[in-house]
């Protein structure tokens, strides 16, 4: 599950038409959204978006950093995952999705199994999975 997760990170960050890489930084915070997902796979996602990349994400779509951090850090998950379950189903591995649960701030309460981070421009965020 997580190289389809992290082959739909790298369909979004190609789609901001951005240099990436991944991301050693261990200090996670941002923005938390939730989304669950059932089916050969069963788990859950949070996605953590620092707010720094929630900036640049909302000049680049709507020219401005004017935005609310729970709808941008749920579109955000949803592209995220909604991408992961089309590259899911090509691999034959197939599972539904929750709508996105904006979870507020980070506060090091999210128990999870395993952890992805992507940097875009200098900025770190990170993808928790929690098998169930």
Known sequence: MIEIIKKSVENYLSSLEA??????????NGYVS??????DKKADIYIVVPRKK???ISEYWFGDKNFNEKDLTNEIANLIIGNAKIVGSRENVNFNISTPEFLGEYKNNIDF???????YKDVCFYILFKEK
Do not use: P, T
């Open 54 to 56: 929630l900036e640049y």
């Open 19 to 28: 240099d990436f890489s991944e991301c050693r930084d261990e200090n996670i």
């Open 34 to 39: 939730k989304i669950e997902i059932k089916g």
């Open 113 to 119: 199994d395993d952890v992805l981070s992507f940097k």
